[in-house]
């Protein structure tokens, strides 16, 4: 089956740093972009930034440019997003989110996602 | 960065009713548009790519068009399971963006 799993809820204080998962499996790991995307409470999508596993080429929104890190380690089929020092504004649910099916190439649409991870910074 | 704004905010409708969605971006994105649908607490699933091609297992009741800046999400004999809040995506360049989100209630 292909899924991405997505590590559990978090709960931090501002200032703290934080690195969540979203794990893939069931497709090649390497070859399709994983995106995040952020939910503020009772707010719409925003697209935060992206990784292509296979090499690493990373692009972020200029919203979330310097705010935080996306990566990946191809040898556990796994993507992290992080933040070195949270803020009460990082409040959301985050997903990660890809397209290995075939019908959105690039990375510009997704066909998966996880099941979002919820962190709350207070 | 490409500005995508959707009417209505929100709609209510019955069982049974046809509904539109409409999402304008703020240049030209050619066909790159995706429609998805989020239920609370869930994650979004897509439900159009490319402006009107049906994801796999997505009912024909759910039909999209448009192209160029001007798109639209139908969705005709509304059924209890599509009551949830509907985004449109372009995914025509880097950064992608997200509509505001069109919340369909039940009337």
Not at chain 2, 57 to 81: C, K, M, W, Y
Request: proline share 5%; with cysteine.
């Amino acid at each position: 089956e292909v899924q991405l799993v997505q590590s559990g809820a978090e709960v931090k204080k501002p200032g703290e740093s934080l690195k969540i998962s979203c794990e893939a499996s069931g497709y090649r790991f390497s070859d399709y972009w994983i995106g995040w995307v952020r939910q503020m409470p009772g707010k719409g999508l925003e697209w935060m930034g992206i990784i292509y596993p296979g090499d690493s080429d990373t692009k972020y929104s200029p919203a979330f440019q310097g705010r935080v890190i996306i990566s990946a380690d191809k040898s556990i089929n796994t993507v992290y997003v992080q933040w070195s020092r949270l803020k009460a504004s990082d409040t959301a649910t985050y997903f990660c989110a890809s397209a290995p099916l075939g019908h959105c190439s690039g990375g510009l649409c997704y066909e998966i996602w996880g099941q979002g991870t919820t962190v709350t910074v207070s | 960065d490409i500005q995508m704004t959707q009417s209505p905010s929100s709609v209510s409708a019955s069982v049974g009713d046809s509904v539109t969605i409409t999402c304008r971006a703020s240049q030209d994105i050619s066909i790159w548009l995706a429609w998805y649908q989020q239920k609370p607490g869930k994650a979004p699933k897509l439900l159009i790519y490319a402006a009107s091609a049906l994801h796999t297992g997505v009912p024909s009741r759910f039909s999209g068009s448009g192209s160029g800046t001007d798109f639209t999400l139908a969705i005709n004999g509304l059924q209890p399971e599509d009551f949830a809040t509907y985004y449109c995506q372009q995914a025509h360049r880097f950064p992608l963006t997200f509509g505001g989100g069109t919340k369909v209630e039940i009337k």
